[in-house]
């Protein structure tokens, strides 16, 4: 029997799902309202204006209230992980990928939560940082094996959901909601929205001064940026495992998160690797803003190995180039595992890797063009396209 602390039931609606012609069962509930809800819950908290004893000690982080009541309605489906936990999603005509994919088989990047999952149960001291943490999809899993979480969601939408779903499943005491957006400077930020109905793919832009008006920072559609470093303001633990999707920001991201880094023992931290699976425009975008070199330094330097998530293949340091697939597909998503043994100090390290990378000629990599394994290896081989917007779930 479905029972949540404060909630009551109002029904069960059938949601036809348009991607698979299939008929899911979501449960769609409200807390009973009270008299004396402070109706801050669905407007955030800004460190400028929010009360002193609300934001003591986060001089730059917006910490999202999730203790406070939210009486928005969403539909909201159990997870299929071994606590069940209860996800609130967006209808399929506003986000046909991600909430989709969890109307349908009830969780979202199986290869990588479970990986989490197993981390986080192995090892009960660790906490969860997720950077992008959209709807909550590895959120909440986690926060539900009662481990501390720092949550990272600019787009209030998406905060809406995840404060309705720490709230169904009594995770406040667990999760910390940051309004904010990671970068590699403290600035204001706006909102592009995938015109496909995938929010997942919702990208961020810094806001010109002229654009900045109390109205859109009331409703959410301006936002602060954050350090990574930032999170020592609300980080409560001293070590745990990191999930980084903020829409290929990431390079940004690392250039100020040493002093975390340096603090907090980061056993793993999962991420997509960047390459022409983005699409032609996209890719070169984000060649042209930051090295990705750059953040291969900041790991090995600092005693990190990178992985292939989905089959647990060690990827050689010196063929970061080829790491991601030409196609979307699991085989973009890595992640980086401190090994002790090869820690040292980053000062010291930092010349070695340098030169490692830099004796590996252009010459020597592997065009990703000539690899004609079958899909069955785990090669998946495309002709370029001019976008990637559009994304086959069958894939994920």
């Known amino acids: 029997m479905f029972e949540r602390r404060h909630l009551k039931t109002l029904g069960a609606i059938l949601v036809a799902s348009s991607l698979s012609n299939i008929i899911t069962i979501v449960m769609i509930t409200s807390e009973v309202p009270s008299k004396t809800s402070n109706q801050r819950a669905l407007q955030g908290y800004h460190c400028d204006d929010a009360p002193s004893e609300e934001i003591k000690g986060h001089r730059h982080c917006n910490v999202y209230d999730v203790t406070n009541e939210c009486s928005e309605w969403f539909p909201c489906i159990l997870m299929n992980t071994t606590e069940s936990p209860s996800i609130c999603v967006y209808t399929m005509n506003r986000d046909n990928v991600i909430s989709a ?41 986690a926060a539900s094996l009662k481990r501390k979480v720092i ?93 980084i999707d903020i829409e290929n920001c990431e390079c940004e991201a690392f250039e100020e998160a040493s002093e975390l880094f340096n603090t907090v023992s980061l056993a793993y931290v999962f991420m997509e690797w960047p390459g022409e699976w983005m699409g032609y425009v996209e890719w070169n975008r984000v060649q042209g803003k930051c090295d990705l070199k750059n953040i291969v330094q900041f790991f090995t330097s600092r005693g990190y190995e990178p992985f ?89």
């Open 151 to 243: 949550a990272v969601e600019p787009y209030y939408d998406n905060v809406l959901r995840l404060h309705k779903s720490v709230r169904m499943n009594n995770l406040e005491g667990y999760v910390t909601v940051l309004l904010n957006a990671i970068y590699d400077k403290r600035t204001n930020i706006s909102f592009i929205e995938n015109k496909n109905s995938n929010m997942g793919s919702t990208q961020v832009r810094e806001t010109v001064q002229y654009e900045i008006s109390p109205e859109k920072i009331k409703k959410h559609e301006i936002v602060e940026t954050i350090y990574v470093d930032d999170l020592l303001e609300v980080v409560d633990f001293k070590a745990g495992v990191m999930k």
């Open 101 to 141: 994919w969890l109307a349908k088989r009830g969780i979202w990047e199986q290869h990588v939560i479970f990986k989490i999952l197993d981390i986080l149960r192995s090892n009960k001291e660790y906490g969860f940082i997720d950077l992008g943490a959209n709807l909550g999809t590895h959120t909440i899993p």
């Open 308 to 396: 292939r998530t989905l089959d647990d293949t060690q990827l050689p340091v010196q063929t970061w180039k080829i790491w991601a697939p030409q196609q979307y597909n699991k085989e973009v998503d890595i992640y980086w595992k401190l090994n002790p043994a090869k820690a040292k100090t980053h000062k010291h390290v930092v010349n070695e890797v340098d030169d490692a990378l830099e004796d590996v000629n252009d010459d020597s990599y592997v065009n990703s063009e000539d690899i004609e394994e079958s899909a069955e290896d785990g090669v998946y081989i495309a002709e370029e396209t001019e976008s990637a917007e559009t994304v086959d779930v069958e894939q994920l």
